[in-house]
């Protein structure tokens, strides 16, 4: 079956970094679409990044462009976010998905063009 298994997350002060990856298993996932997005407390989950299946094309939601950057490794099935210069409005819980109807540039992500889910990660930001 197939598991999406997220890490890296956990506490930072603000002005921090940290590394999330994404580990994909149980199928290959050629030409689908990766990405990130994150869920605040009373909030709703929102998208962060995606990244296309040959890595070429990436898109950010503009509260994250010029801090976190996306890439993706397909030998290894996986997707990394990397995050610099963390704010406390950052913090929230990170998920990963993979998907195979998002078309990466057209900024239109909706939750169920995304086919799998990984489990979420802790990401806390402290001021």
């Known amino acids: 079956q197939v598991q999406l298994v997220e890490s890296g997350g956990g506490l930072v002060q603000a002005g921090g970094s940290l590394r999330l990856s994404c580990a994909a298993s149980?199928?290959?996932?050629?030409?689908?679409?990766m990405g990130w997005f994150r869920q605040a407390p009373g909030k709703e989950r929102e998208v962060v990044s995606v990244?296309?299946?040959?890595?070429?094309?990436?898109d950010y939601a503009n509260f994250v462009k010029g801090r976190f950057t996306i890439s993706r490794d397909n030998a290894k099935n996986t997707v990394y976010l990397q995050m610099n210069s963390l704010k406390p409005e950052d913090t929230a819980v990170y998920y990963c998905?993979?998907?195979?109807?998002?078309?990466?540039?057209?900024?239109?992500?909706?939750?169920?063009?995304?086919?799998?889910w990984g489990q979420g990660t802790q990401v806390t930001v402290s001021s």
């Open positions: 149980g199928r290959t996932f050629s030409h689908y679409a």
């Open positions: 990244i296309s299946w040959s890595g070429g094309d990436t």
């Open positions: 998905a993979v998907g195979s109807r998002p078309l990466v540039g057209s900024h239109y992500y909706p939750e169920a063009w995304w086919d799998y």
